[in-house]
């Protein structure tokens, strides 16, 4: 009768004893163990727990909440005695995976977690070594409180950090061994409205008030500059062409009678834009971010815009029975400023209007009764020619003040957006 022998069995079935071993191997490991107790041989010898962190996601950054959320793979690795075993008594089986809710692991969590649950899912596997290495990495989304400065909005850096540490083992239980200095970013999927920087890793002993030993932690500083390419066609820019649109109504002449009506048009559209974007910009009240700053800017020049072009056609339209001109008024906008401002008043005809003097005629001699109808005639055409010239010097005073103000407001309109949204720009070389 042939022999059956296990050398034999494995020719046709080479899984059924390596499926054996570890059966027999997870038996033996776990019949007697213990998860509550910490795997050390020595009491007084604390556990070394190897940590990484792998940044695999930023989902999102809430400003208004001061919260960041983020997928983070969270590597343990840490040596238990209890846990050690010969591979060659078990056929070569040097790793064993195993539920992670089976063996003893590090109570590590994230000190500055802004929402109930602290701790990390244990439903996935343990890697176990045959010399009682294991490893453990469960992935973890955590909403982490954050302070978030919004004054650079859009243009801002943020700096969020993330605090790692056993809640109840101190130092003399639980040492950390940081692995490397900087998070791990190699699986990281990127964000399309922040670009990481860097993310620095240190590690700290840190004596807290409760207690009296020294409890190890370490911690992840997350630097991020927002990517402003969103924010800037669809919010800087259209402000921007509004303010520009604001600066076009003193170009505009006052007799077209629509000065008024582009002022108006304008502050609508910009009333309707700030509708939209609200809920774009970050609705807090620690700061005024630097979009905030701008729209504010903006409504304010529309508005000072529509103060002024009333003014100027009140001066526009003034006549001599209503108003004087005074005298400053004459040599300041008449004189003074034209010059500066390259300006030129066309000469006036001092003939027009006139009437020509009565020749006497050669026949007959004109009564007193036509010389008075004659100087009569004259006096009105004076009186007219002099109303004429003086609704003029008006409407070039309004002339005047128009082109004062297009230039005054196409200066503050460059060197207003200039200075906003060169802040940024500094604090960036700084960073």
């Known amino acids: 009768s042939p022999i059956h022998t296990r050398e034999n069995y494995s020719i046709f079935f080479p899984g059924?004893?390596?499926?054996?071993?570890?059966?027999?191997?997870?038996?033996?490991?776990?019949?007697?163990?213990?998860?509550?107790?910490?795997?050390?041989?020595?009491?007084?010898?604390?556990?070394?727990?190897?940590?990484?962190?792998?940044?695999?996601?930023?989902?999102?950054?809430?400003?208004?909440?001061?919260?960041?959320?983020?997928?983070?793979?969270?590597?343990?690795?840490?040596?238990?005695?209890?846990?050690?075993?010969?591979?060659?008594?078990?056929?070569?089986?040097?790793?064993?995976?195993?539920?992670?809710?089976?063996?003893?692991?590090?109570?590590?969590?994230?000190?500055?977690?802004?929402?109930?649950?602290?701790?990390?899912?244990?439903?996935?596997?343990?890697?176990?070594?045959?010399?009682?290495?294991?490893?453990?990495?469960?992935?973890?989304?955590?909403?982490?409180?954050?302070?978030?400065?919004?004054?650079?909005?859009?243009?801002?850096?943020?700096?969020?950090?993330?605090?790692?540490?056993?809640?109840?083992?101190?130092?003399?239980?639980?040492?950390?061994?940081?692995?490397?200095?900087?998070?791990?970013?190699?699986?990281?999927?990127?964000?399309?409205?922040?670009?990481?920087?860097?993310?620095?890793?240190?590690?700290?002993?840190?004596?807290?008030?409760?207690?009296?030993?020294?409890?190890?932690?370490?911690?992840?500083?997350?630097?991020?500059?927002?990517?402003?390419?969103?924010?800037?066609?669809?919010?800087?820019?259209?402000?921007?062409?509004?303010?520009?649109?604001?600066?076009?109504?003193?170009?505009l002449p006052s007799d077209c009678g629509e000065k008024i009506t582009l002022c108006i048009s304008v502050l609508l559209s910009l009333t309707v834009f700030l509708l939209v974007i609200t809920e774009t910009i970050p609705s807090t009240s620690l700061v005024i971010p630097l979009i905030g700053e701008y729209l504010l800017f903006t409504m304010l020049f529309v508005t000072l815009s529509i103060v002024i072009t009333v003014f100027v056609l009140n001066v526009h339209y003034r006549t001599p029975r209503t108003h004087t001109m005074p005298e400053w008024v004459k040599v300041v906008f008449l004189k003074f400023l034209p010059r500066i401002m390259f300006m030129t008043q066309p000469p006036s005809n001092e003939d027009e209007g006139r009437p020509e003097k009565a020749k006497p005629s050669s026949h007959a001699e004109l009564t007193s009764s036509s010389e008075d109808v004659m100087d009569s005639i004259k006096y009105i055409a004076e009186n007219m020619k002099l109303q004429n010239k003086t609704q003029d010097d008006w409407k070039y005073v309004a002339m005047v003040i128009d082109r004062i103000f297009l230039w005054v407001f196409t200066l503050v309109c460059i060197l207003g957006t200039a200075g906003l949204f060169l802040q940024p720009l500094l604090i960036r070389d700084e960073v």
């Open 16 to 251: 059924m004893f390596c499926f054996d071993d570890e059966h027999r191997l997870y038996k033996e490991l776990f019949t007697s163990y213990n998860k509550i107790i910490r795997p050390v041989e020595n009491v007084s010898d604390p556990v070394m727990v190897w940590f990484e962190v792998s940044l695999s996601q930023l989902i999102k950054v809430d400003e208004v909440n001061q919260i960041m959320e983020t997928n983070l793979w969270l590597k343990h690795t840490w040596n238990d005695y209890k846990l050690r075993w010969d591979p060659e008594k078990y056929g070569g089986v040097q790793y064993v995976r195993v539920p992670s809710n089976k063996i003893w692991k590090p109570d590590i969590m994230l000190y500055n977690n802004a929402i109930g649950d602290f701790q990390v899912d244990d439903k996935t596997k343990a890697l176990l070594n045959y010399t009682g290495n294991v490893t453990w990495m469960p992935p973890a989304i955590f909403k982490s409180s954050c302070k978030i400065d919004v004054t650079y909005f859009p243009f801002d850096y943020q700096n969020c950090t993330m605090k790692f540490g056993s809640w109840t083992y101190d130092k003399a239980q639980i040492d950390l061994v940081l692995v490397s200095s900087t998070m791990n970013l190699r699986d990281y999927w990127e964000s399309g409205e922040w670009a990481i920087i860097k993310a620095p890793g240190h590690k700290q002993d840190i004596k807290y008030n409760c207690c009296d030993a020294f409890y190890p932690s370490i911690t992840y500083s997350l630097y991020m500059r927002r990517l402003p390419l969103f924010y800037t066609i669809n919010m800087i820019i259209p402000c921007l062409l509004i303010s520009f649109l604001t600066v076009l109504v003193f170009y």
